[in-house]
């Protein structure tokens, strides 16, 4: 699907965050009638060091609630990402959410992160984007390549 239609999507219907500015792809999942019910947007990692060439992240996810509709777009962003010689993918939760859809999905969990008190500063202000001060949790489908080459 275009980054237009996914964009409008999850300005729509996101929890807590605005849609990225762009991506490497995106995908959507239509309901019995053909409607889109939910989108997942994959672009490179947020994260310098995980922007290795091999890795890519789900950078959002946004549904209208279907049963099973995240568990599917994790897995077909990452069976997509697979298929064009990505070997890694990761994305994250917010502290209180279980992960359950990356579970079913295959994904595990890497490690939790502590809130971060933002990246506003005197010198270079910025605004909250929905993740400051936050705990999060980071998820991994596939293998870093250091550990596949080894």
Not at 9 to 22: D, E, K, L, Q, S
Not at 97 to 109: D, F, I, P, V
Request: net charge positive; glycine share 12%.
């Amino acid at each position: 699907m275009s980054l237009k239609q996914a964009r409008e999507f999850v300005a729509a219907h996101h929890r807590h965050h605005a849609p990225p500015r762009g991506h490497k792809y995106s995908v959507g999942l239509a309901g019995p009638g053909g409607e889109l019910v939910a989108v997942a947007i994959v672009g490179r990692p947020v994260a310098r060091h995980l922007d290795d060439g091999y890795t890519l992240e789900v950078t959002r996810l946004a549904t209208l609630g279907v049963p099973g509709s995240c568990s599917r777009l994790y897995s077909a962003a990452w069976k997509a990402a697979r298929a064009i010689g990505y070997r890694r993918m990761v994305t994250y939760t917010q502290g209180g959410e279980t992960g359950a859809s990356l579970k079913a999905s295959g994904w595990h969990k890497v490690r939790d992160l502590p809130p971060r008190p933002g990246w506003s500063t005197a010198a270079r202000p910025r605004r909250d984007l929905g993740a400051d001060n936050i705990p999060r949790t980071l998820w991994q489908a596939g293998t870093p390549p250091a550990a596949a080459d080894a």
